[in-house]
Structure formats: structure tokens, C-alpha cells
């Protein structure tokens, strides 16, 4: 075992040492002040663990503990490794359990008839009732920590020693106070009767309004209430310990409950007292509004604490807590007009959503905690897609259940499930039909509570390119037209800003647009390059995308190639401005050449030897031009290729860029500018023309061939290539035009009304400083990197962040950073490894048997072609061999003509024999070939359910081992002390 596991292990028992002395301190008062007090609580402890019967009892906590948390296949199903199953079965078990503990506490003294005995000792009710109470409590807490370890040790085993420590004691802290309520609740209906059956009966009808509470959806159709009566029940209050977090509404709820409970067993032990007989006075009455009364303040208190909520994560990573961005973020909100969240949940989910589903209610606690009555949260949970609600959420908000595909034992299932949200204020509203597991909920609920609170959205203006990020229509290489989708991205940006298309060929107003996107701008006609460039200049904050080779964006034109045409045959293309014109503004270059015959510069396409996503190396589509940029890129800078130092990539995990083009700062670049790259590649790099790419045509031999490896110095490593770069500063060009422009208005010469539009057409003058991000490639930007962001939350699965990238600079340079944390933050969870290699094992197994069998039904394939085709060799040699004779100029006799005839005519006989004789075989053989893969798919998902029932059993069945045989030693021990001192004669055998 690892040093972690003794770690937690260590921690784990300390902690429960420092409770046992905490514990042990307080009772030092106890046994001094109250000596009653302590004396029952130790009489009733001892008497519980002297006899066997209590460590059956115990015994059976643990199984069934281990039972709810281990046994259900949800567990494997989300393969989290957390106690989330038993979380949602706690209260249940606990409303069975605790009433064996509370039965005797005064039954048992009714029963035995010392009850009375009790009560003439010099003490209070109350040092009765506290006696009772502690040791109940200390008898719950013993039978806690057997089930604290056994199931500590079976969760570590499973997680490979990733199991968070602070969420697992959070959660046991949680199932502690609910314990201390229960006892308290249980001990009013131990003090109503003298039956044990009775005491235990009653003890659950009296717990059973605060479990039940739960699921008050079952019998309360009003939402309203269903909200409401669920929030006071015991499962909704232990939620956030189950998310390890300590909350002081939740503290106040359990500590309420018990001070109720332990006032109202004083009250029932008192009641020889007030109740009166035939000539007393009853004082039912008087007691009656007293427990009222206190019912009242309780709840007022509990309530008090929920609007003045104070929260503690105490798990490893800061998990179940909001970041302090997002704090900032909604402490800034204004009070005038509360924020509404309203939250469509499914019971079920499969095992990639558990995750998600988890972190979405742990967040919405922690926004109603957070803000007070500036966000209001209804959370709808364990929904069914035909249920009332969830026609509430398709009807009102558009919030449907999506159909997703799960693997449950190896096998695929598909299911409805509804994960949605809708957040409004006022008349704003964003609604968010479904949280796909790959973007952070935190950062989907903040950003929709900011762009629903602001008054006023950011403009963000995309220029109308070649790219067609809007969509549009090309030419169909069949022939025809063919419509484009809008891309993906549009849509992810009009979530937070107000998104327009910019005309290029008029002039850009900078005072319109907070920030510009330019995609493929080397496509733009020379005057929409110049009114692009006077917006640079004048100091409007753009990103800048820009390929020598679009791959997915195919409709885009390539930077050094003629633009395309969309209607040929109608009019001819419009020219391409110099996009070198851009560059010189920017001080750098793009690697390539132009030749004396190029009418457009060519950048060069770059090339990486580096591919981390081992299950694509064995793909022919996956090449080097596929350069991948992660913290593991071999050769990449100090920094790594995805620069920790700037927040726009430092928390980015991978990303991919199709046949991109290099940055490079021109020579003598200005002292005035800043050049920071973003991305790099590492060494293993070179490139290839554009040309040499199309010329090859896929066959990866020739580009290969054509492929152009960088050197440095020497023949040393080369310098990184950038392939995206932030560049900031003010232009010397730039600084002195703005200098020459600062002219006397009646300098000017040319006619009145003319030079009155031309200046109202031009952009507004500023200081000179340009702060733009250049991008080499423009495919990062397709809808696919969206679509595979939302799905990427598996490690398992690809991990692209090309999409957080665009959001993350569009960001920085709107000045809206206090995003860019959240939309990256991504924590490491808790897993269970061992089912997970488990898994993979059976996995890999049965893709190599999957492999072998395919390769047999391939050989048997062309061993058969091999066994048909012989006869027809033998026909087509004896053809050819006359047919030679009778080109050589040699006889041939008409009975050798007929025989050629006759050899002709059975060679296609044959060949239509052969045909069908292999289309039959060939049949034959995918049909075994499947039955065959159908077998191995059994065998896998057998093999997966076998190793899930075997943890399982060894997850139940050792837990409950410890307490049975401390049992068996105490009831041995007892055995032998009763027989001490008799003789041997009076002994019964």
C-alpha cells in the first residue's frame, strides 16, 4: 500500500481520537457536577456492550451501511468514489437502527420496574434524560466508526488511494448529527411506554415525518410546498455534509431537533409531576404551549441560520465550494431585482453525468448560501421525463430530455435525462437546456447570472470573411450549392455578448464594438483590408485567426491562393488585399516564400512529431500536421507549450492545431511592442508547402518525402515554432501617423461636403496602442472542437480545449477576465481506479480477441480467393499462350480458335461461379465473424459483472466481520468470568 493511504488512514483515525477526547473532556464536568448524570450514561453503555446482543446489532449497522453504500449498481454506475449511495439511503437505515438503540433506554427501566429507583436518587429529570442520551450517543458513535473504517477501507481499495479523505469525514459528521437527533427523537417515544416492541414502533413514527419529509413530491403536487417540506427534512439538511461541506444552517437544523427532543423525554420523564390524579391540577396544558413555544424559537433560530448561512468545503480540492471569482462576481450583484434559478434534475443518470448532476446542485447550494436574497434557487430533483414538472420545464423554459447513450457493465443503454436550468431576472432570461459534462457548471451559472444582471452586454463584432462563421452557401463540388452551418462557436459567444457581423468594406466605427473577431482576414478585398486595419489602429481590441491551409473550414480561402469564386461563371472573384500589410502593422511574418510565378505570399504549414492520444497514432488521418500542444510537448519552452504565465492558457490542458501556420517576430521588432507567445510547439517540428500537400494527395509516403524537418544551429534543436501570439504596444508607424495627423482643420483643401463623409466614415483617432492575439490556424475554431468540449469531461476521453481558448482571449481582450479562472477550473476527482482497471483489462482482452478474429476471417478471405481464383489462372495462361502463338505470326488451326472460344466461355462461366461460391463464402464468414464478436462481447460483459459482484461481495461481507468477532469475544469472556470461582461439580455440561 501507497504512503498516501497511511496518510489518510492516519488522518482518519486521529481524527476520530481528537472526537473521543473531545468527547471524554466534556464528560469530565459531567461525572463532577452531575454524578447521576454519569453514572447511568456508563451503566447504560456498559450494559449495551457486555452483552453479545448489542454487537449483532452493531454488526448489522455495518452490513447495512455497507450494503446501501456498495451493494446498488449506481455505485458502479457514476464510479465515483464517494458515499453518495448511502448518503441517499442514510436516514432510511438510521430510521431503523436508531429505534434499537432508544427502545430500552426507559422501557427497559418501566419493564424491571427501576425506574423508580431512578427517580428517588438525589438527581434532576434532567440528569436522568442526559445520562440516557450520552449513552446512546455513545453507542451510536462506536457503531459509526466501525462502519467510518470498514467502509474507508473498502472505498481506498477501490479508488487506488485517491478517496477524499475530507469528503469522507464530512459525510460521517453528517450521519453523526443525524444520529444525535434521532436519539433525541427516538428517546420521547422510549418515555411513553414501558413495551420494548412499542418503544421501537414508536420511535420510528416518530422520526419518520423529518426522513420522509424527503419525498414529499410522492404526495404534494404544488411545487411550492414540495420546496418547502423538503427543505425540513433530515436527507436535504445532511445534503451539504455529503458534498463536504459543513454549513451552519445545517448545524443549527440537527442541533434544534435534538434540543427539542431532549426537552420534550424531561417533559414526558416529569410528567408524575404536572400531569395530576384525582384532586392535582393538570398542567398539559402549560407544557403544551411551552413545547410550542420552543418548537417556535426553534425553527425561527434554524431559519436565521439558513438566511445568514456560513459555509466550510472541507474537501481535498476546494470541490464542493464556489471560487473566489465567482464569490466576487455575485457579491457585485445588485439588490434591486433578485436573480431566479430554477434547476430540472433526473433521478438517474449515467455515469458521465454523475459528476456533473452532483456539481450543479453542490454549486446552486452554494449560490443560495452565497448571496443571501439576491439569487433565488429551486431546485426540481429526481425527475422522470414524464413527469408533471418536467413538462413544466419543456413547456415554460424549452428544457428537454436529451437522449443520451450509457455503458452499464460494458453494455450500451440509452436513457432520457433532464439536466437543464433557466435563470432570469426581470425580463432577462437565459435558459440552458442541458449541462454537457465538459464545460464547468460554476462557470455556466455564473456567466448566465452576469449576462442576465448586466445592463448592457459587451459588443463583439465578427468580420464577415471567406469563413462564413455565420454561415452561408458554396459551391457543391458535385455540382449544385450547398448550404454551410453556422458554427458552433457564434452561438457560445452570443451566450455572453452581443455578437454582430461587421461589413468590412465600409469603415468600422471602434467606438461600436468592444473587441473583433477577424477569421481568415487575408481573404478581404484590399478596402476592407484598409478599413480592417484603420480599426487596428485605432486601438479596437481584436483576435485574429488567420491559415495557410483550412482543413475542417474548407470554404475558407488559404492565405497564399486566389479567392474562390462562390457563383462562377457569373462574375469574376474579387482580389485579396496583402495581408502582409497586416503584418508589417504587427511587426511579424508568417514562415514561407513567394515565388517570382506566386501572386500571393506562402506561408508554410508546420509540422510536429509529437502525438499524446495514443488510441489515434494508428490512424492514417491523424498525421504530423496535426500538432498537439500540452504540458508533455517534448522540446517546448520553460514555460510549456501552453504558456502557464498568461491566464489565457495557463489552465488549458491540450490543444490541437490542423495544418497551421508559424509566427514569427519580424527582425529589429519595436521596444514599443510586446510579443508574448501563447502556444508553441516543441522541436521535433518542421514544414511543407501547401503545394507539396495538394500535390501528394493522402499518400503519406510522397508528403512524407516532401516534408522539410527544422533544424538549429549546428544541427542543435530548433527554436519552437508560435503558433499564437499576443501582441501589444504601440506601432512606430502607428505613433507617427497619429503625430501627422494632429493638423489645423482649415489645412484641409478638398470639397466641403465630400471631406465631411469621408471624415465621418473614419475611424476616431486614438493614442496608437494595438492589442491583438494572432492565431495561426482558423480550424480550432469549427463546431466539432465545441462539440467535443462538451463531451471531454472523462479522462478517458480527449481533453481539446480549442473552444476555451477563443472564449478565454476573446475575454482578455474585452477586458472580461474574471471569467477565464472559472471556465478553466477543472479539478481532479476521485475515481474507482480498480474498476476502472479492472475494466480495461477485460476490455483490452476482448479487443485483442475481437482483433485475432477479425484477422482469421481475413485470412480465410483470401485463402479462399486464392483456392477460387487457381482454376481461373490455369484458364486465363492456357488463353494467353494461344493468343501469343497467334500474335507471333504462328498457325493457328481452326480447331485451336474453337478451343480459345471454348476456353473463353468457360472462363466466364467459371468466374460467375467463382463470384457466387465467394459471395456465399464471404457471407459465411462475416457471419461468424459476428457471432463471433457477439460471444466476446457476452464474455466481456460477464467477465465486468463478475468482477463487479465480487467486489460487491467482499465489500458486505468483511465489514460486518469486526464487530461479530468482538462480540464473539466479549460473550467468551463473559462466559468465563461467570464460571470463575465455582467448583467444577456445580458447572453444567
Avoid at 448545524?251 to 427532543?261: C, D, P
Avoid at 452557401?473 to 450549392?481: A, E, F, K, R, S
Avoid at 482649415?746 to 493614442?767: I, L, N
Amino acid at each position: 500500500m501507497s504512503a498516501d493511504f497511511y496518510f489518510k488512514l492516519l488522518t482518519l483515525v486521529l481524527f476520530d481520537l481528537m472526537f473521543m477526547l473531545a468527547f471524554f473532556i466534556l464528560l469530565i464536568p459531567l461525572s463532577v457536577a452531575k454524578k447521576a448524570s454519569y453514572a447511568v450514561m456508563k451503566r447504560n453503555f456498559k450494559s449495551y456492550f457486555s452483552n453479545p446482543t448489542g454487537y449483532v446489532f452493531l454488526a448489522i449497522f455495518v452490513l447495512l451501511t455497507s450494503m446501501a453504500a456498495f451493494w446498488p449498481h449506481e455505485f458502479f454506475n457514476a464510479n465515483l468514489a464517494n458515499l453518495n449511495e448511502l448518503n441517499s439511503q442514510i436516514t432510511l437505515i438510521m430510521l431503523i437502527f436508531i429505534p434499537t438503540i432508544t427502545m430500552g433506554l426507559w422501557a427497559d427501566e418501566k419493564r424491571l420496574g427501576t425506574d423508580e429507583l431512578l427517580l428517588t436518587l438525589p438527581a434532576t429529570d434532567f440528569d436522568i434524560v442526559i445520562g440516557k442520551y450520552l449513552a446512546a450517543v455513545s453507542v451510536f458513535s462506536v457503531s459509526l466508526v466501525f462502519s467510518q473504517l470498514c467502509n474507508f477501507l473498502v472505498l481506498d481499495a477501490l479508488s487506488l488511494g485517491s478517496l477524499d479523505a475530507g469528503l469522507f469525514i464530512t459525510t460521517y459528521i453528517g450521519y453523526w448529527f443525524i444520529g444525535l437527533t434521532m436519539i433525541a427523537l427516538g428517546m420521547v417515544a422510549s418515555f411513553m411506554t414501558n413495551n420494548l416492541t412499542l418503544g421501537f414502533v414508536l420511535g420510528i413514527l416518530v422520526n419518520a415525518p423529518f426522513v420522509l419529509l424527503q419525498y414529499s413530491d410522492a404526495f404534494v403536487t404544488q411545487n411550492e410546498w414540495v420546496g418547502f417540506l423538503s427543505e425540513a427534512s433530515m436527507g436535504k439538511q445532511f445534503a451539504d455534509f455529503g458534498r463536504g461541506v459543513i454549513s451552519i444552517s445545517s448545524l443549527a437544523y440537527f442541533l434544534m431537533m435534538t434540543i427539542v427532543g431532549i426537552y420534550l423525554a424531561m417533559v414526558l420523564i416529569g410528567r408524575r409531576h404536572w400531569l395530576g390524579g384525582k384532586d392535582g391540577e393538570s398542567l398539559l396544558g402549560h407544557y403544551l404551549v411551552r413545547s410550542t413555544c420552543l418548537l417556535a424559537i426553534a425553527f425561527a433560530g434554524t431559519l436565521f441560520f439558513v438566511m445568514n448561512d456560513v459555509r466550510w468545503d472541507y474537501t481535498e480540492n476546494g470541490t464542493s465550494s464556489l471560487l473566489p471569482q465567482t464569490k466576487q462576481l455575485v457579491r457585485n450583484l445588485s439588490t434591486d431585482q433578485p436573480v431566479r434559478i430554477e434547476a430540472f434534475v433526473s433521478g438517474s443518470v449515467p455515469k458521465n453525468y454523475a459528476q456533473t448532476k452532483l456539481d450543479l446542485i453542490s454549486y446552486l447550494n452554494e449560490f443560495r448560501a452565497l448571496s443571501g436574497s439576491k439569487i433565488n434557487v429551486v431546485i426540481h430533483d429526481g425527475l422522470e421525463p414524464f413527469s408533471e414538472t418536467a413538462d413544466i420545464a419543456r413547456e415554460t423554459y424549452g428544457i428537454e430530455p436529451r437522449e443520451l447513450i450509457s455503458q452499464e457493465r460494458g453494455a450500451l443503454a440509452q436513457e432520457e435525462v433532464i439536466l437543464g436550468a433557466a435563470v432570469q431576472r426581470g425580463l432577462e432570461k437565459v435558459v440552458i437546456p442541458f449541462f454537457d459534462n465538459g464545460v464547468p457548471v460554476e462557470y455556466e451559472l455564473i456567466r448566465s447570472i452576469g449576462t442576465v444582471s448586466e445592463k448592457k452586454r459587451k459588443r463583439l463584432g465578427v468580420l464577415a470573411t471567406d469563413a462564413q462563421l455565420f454561415g452561408g452557401i458554396q459551391q457543391n463540388p458535385l455540382g449544385g450549392y450547398q448550404n454551410i452551418p453556422p458554427q458552433q462557436i457564434i452561438t457560445e459567444l452570443e451566450k455572453q455578448y452581443d455578437v454582430i457581423e461587421v461589413d468590412a468594406t465600409s469603415a468600422i466605427d471602434p467606438s461600436s464594438y468592444d473587441v473583433l473577431l477577424a477569421v481568415q482576414p487575408s481573404s478581404l478585398s484590399q478596402p476592407a483590408m484598409k478599413n480592417f486595419l484603420d480599426a487596428i489602429k485605432a486601438g479596437v481590441p481584436t483576435a485574429i485567426f488567420d491559415d495557410p491551409a483550412p482543413t475542417l473550414m474548407g470554404q475558407a480561402t488559404p492565405i497564399g491562393q486566389d479567392k474562390r469564386n462562390p457563383f462562377p461563371g457569373r462574375r469574376p472573384p474579387e482580389q485579396k488585399g496583402d495581408i502582409r500589410q497586416l503584418w508589417d502593422l504587427l511587426h511579424i511574418s508568417m514562415p514561407g516564400k513567394q515565388l517570382p510565378t506566386d501572386r500571393y505570399y506562402q506561408p508554410y504549414v508546420v509540422w510536429q512529431d509529437y502525438n499524446p492520444e495514443v488510441r489515434l497514432r494508428n490512424l492514417g488521418a491523424i498525421t504530423k500536421e496535426y500538432v498537439f500542444a500540452d504540458r508533455f510537448t517534448p522540446g517546448a519552452p520553460e514555460y510549456e507549450a501552453l504558456n502557464n504565465t498568461v491566464d489565457v492558457t495557463q489552465d488549458l490542458r491540450q490543444m490541437l492545431f490542423l495544418y497551421a501556420g508559424a509566427i514569427k517576430k519580424q527582425p529589429g521588432y519595436p521596444k514599443t511592442m510586446t510579443f508574448t507567445p501563447l502556444v508553441t510547439t516543441g522541436t521535433k517540428i518542421g514544414t511543407i508547402t501547401l503545394q507539396d500537400l495538394s500535390g501528394a494527395r493522402q499518400d503519406q509516403q510522397r508528403i512524407e518525402a516532401k516534408r522539410q524537418p527544422v533544424y538549429g544551429p549546428s544541427g542543435g534543436a530548433p527554436d519552437p515554432f508560435v503558433l499564437a501570439a499576443l501582441i501589444q504596444g504601440t506601432p512606430p508607424s502607428v505613433a507617427a501617423n497619429a503625430a501627422q495627423a494632429e493638423t489645423p482643420a482649415d489645412a484641409e483643401t478638398k470639397d466641403g461636403e465630400e471631406e465631411k463623409e469621408a471624415e465621418s466614415k473614419k475611424p476616431e483617432k486614438s493614442d496608437g496602442a494595438i492589442n491583438v492575439a494572432m492565431v495561426g490556424d482558423i480550424d480550432l475554431l469549427h463546431s466539432v472542437f465545441v462539440q467535443l468540449r462538451a463531451q471531454s469531461a472523462d479522462s478517458s476521453e480527449m481533453q481539446i480545449d480549442n473552444t476555451n481558448f477563443l472564449l478565454n482571449l476573446i475575454d482578455k481582450l474585452a477586458g472580461d477576465d474574471e471569467y477565464i479562472p472559472i471556465r478553466s477550473r477543472s479539478e481532479p476527482i476521485a475515481r474507482l481506479g480498480l474498476m476502472e482497471r479492472l475494466t480495461e483489462s477485460a476490455k483490452t482482452e476482448g479487443d485483442l480477441a475481437l482483433r485475432e478474429a477479425a484477422l482469421n476471417a481475413q485470412a480465410q478471405q483470401e485463402q479462399l480467393e486464392k483456392e477460387l481464383q487457381k482454376p481461373l489462372e490455369d484458364l486465363n495462361m492456357k488463353i494467353n499462350t494461344l493468343n501469343a502463338r497467334a500474335n507471333q505470326g504462328g498457325e493457328i488451326r481452326p480447331e485451336d480458335l474453337r478451343e480459345v472460344q471454348a476456353l473463353q466461355l468457360e472462363l466466364a462461366q467459371r468466374q460467375a461461379d467463382v463470384q457466387n461460391k465467394q459471395r456465399a463464402a464471404v457471407q459465411k464468414i462475416e457471419a461468424n465473424l459476428q457471432r463471433e464478436q457477439e460471444r466476446i462481447t457476452r464474455e466481456l460483459n460477464r467477465k465486468i459483472l463478475y468482477y463487479q459482484n465480487q467486489v460487491k461481495t467482499l465489500a458486505v461481507a468483511l465489514p460486518p466481520i469486526p464487530p461479530i468477532v468482538i462480540g464473539i469475544v466479549v460473550f467468551v469472556l463473559r462466559r468465563l468470568k461467570e464460571r470463575e470461582g465455582l467448583s467444577k461439580d456445580r458447572i453444567i455440561k
